[in-house]
């Protein structure tokens, strides 16, 4: 089974209309609607932000320019409560004009990103993709070392651009005796921060992070909430009585 790939490639710039905030130790340190997407690989971007929206108390200029792979770099860091943090890098000679002036900022090196007045998680949201919840009729049945799992005819389908579809079930649809509670927390820039994991043991043993549920997803996949779904990648999938294979990646 396939679906629709990357839409741009790596390399590619675009400007970014929505206004782009940052927090450092409780309080707003880069404030900007100039920001422009990069994308350094094809399936996601990250927003490099002019300089002069960057609180210059808290940003440290290397002193040395290194190659990057879009142009000339110089490696900067954060002033925060804890000293400093390496924190990317800033375009001194770019390949692309659109980045003159701007610096990359790595996503861990900031307390939290806000999209307007929205929280965002992990990475910028790709403006080329949609994220659709859609209710369905498909017949799902998921088990694993021949284990059956859950099986529903009224999943909630997500479909994402680049990834393959994930079907969720109502708890209701689920067999909980084989699921063990885990303590793994992930977050989606589209979907927002799960509330649970599960682990999964059959007779072949356990195997850790199947299943995660999100109880309050982000408004635009709000159909998802309170249901389950499985790692496709790690279980055994029929949809509507056929067999499908299972996909060769490993995002929630």
């Known amino acids: 089974m396939s679906w629709p790939g990357p839409p741009v490639a ?27 997407y990069l994308w350094e690989w094809p399936y996601y971007p ?13 940003l440290v200029d290397g002193a040395a320019t290194r190659p990057g792979p879009f142009g000339t770099v110089r490696d900067v860091a954060l002033r925060a409560g804890d000293g400093e943090r390496p924190a990317g890098h800033r375009y001194v000679d770019p390949d692309d004009p659109a980045l003159a002036g701007t610096v990359a900022l790595t996503w861990s ?38 284990v059956l799992l859950a099986e529903s005819d009224a999943p909630v389908l997500l479909f994402e651009t680049g990834l393959p579809t994930r079907y969720y079930l109502d708890p209701t649809a689920v067999d909980p005796t084989h699921l063990e509670p885990s303590d793994t927390v992930t977050a989606c820039p589209y979907k927002g921060v799960t509330s649970r ?3 999964v043991r059959t007779p072949g043993g356990l195997h850790p992070d199947l299943a995660w549920r999100y109880d309050h997803p982000d408004p635009a996949v709000a159909r998802i909430a309170g249901l389950v779904a499985f790692y496709d990648e790690r279980v055994d999938v029929v949809l509507d009585g056929v067999p499908q294979p299972r996909p060769q990646t490993h995002f929630a």
């Open 10 to 36: 790596a390399g590619h710039t675009a400007p970014c209309p929505r206004r782009v905030r940052a927090r450092l130790d409780g309080r707003v340190v880069l404030d900007t609607t100039r920001a422009v």
């Open 46 to 58: 990250r927003w490099c932000v002019p300089v002069d929206d960057v609180d210059p108390a808290v």
């Open 109 to 146: 090196a900031l307390d939290a990103w806000f999209e307007e007045d929205e929280q965002v998680h992990v990475h910028p949201r790709n403006p080329y993709a949609r994220v659709d919840a859609v209710r369905s009729r498909r017949h799902v049945r998921v088990s694993l070392d021949g």
């Open 197 to 199: 994991w599960w682990s």
